[in-house]
């Protein structure tokens, strides 16, 4: 049974940092393309971030600069790193697969006050 369980969010004031984890059970995660998603409120989720099994790294305009995504397949466990964090980044952060994703996990609310 695959489970992608997020955690590490919380209230940040604008400029500050949090770091994601994506804990990942249930198939092969060293094989996997993984992503990092974001639902801000009212809006679509988005991709924000992917990394290859060789940690190839992609990033969206929005983020490249001050989040980095990482993982460490020996823990099954996929990061976000996120600095100088903006009030626009405020929303539910996800992890899955890059495509043909699985079911989605409960996400991690982060919020960055205006």
């Known amino acids: 049974q695959v489970q992608l369980v997020e955690s590490g969010g919380g209230l940040v004031q604008a400029g500050g940092s949090l770091r994601l984890s994506c804990a990942a059970s249930g198939f092969i995660f060293g094989v996997a393309t993984m992503g990092w998603y974001r639902q801000a409120p009212g809006k679509q989720r988005e991709l924000l971030a992917h990394i290859t099994p060789g940690r190839n790294t992609n990033y969206a305009g929005s983020v490249k600069g001050r989040f980095t995504i990482s993982r460490d397949n020996a823990k099954n466990t996929l990061y976000l790193q996120m600095n100088s964090l903006k009030p626009d980044d405020t929303g539910v952060y996800y992890c899955?697969?890059?495509?043909?994703?699985?079911?989605w996990g409960q996400g991690t609310q982060v919020t960055v006050p205006s």
């Open positions: 899955n697969l890059l495509v043909a994703q699985y079911p």
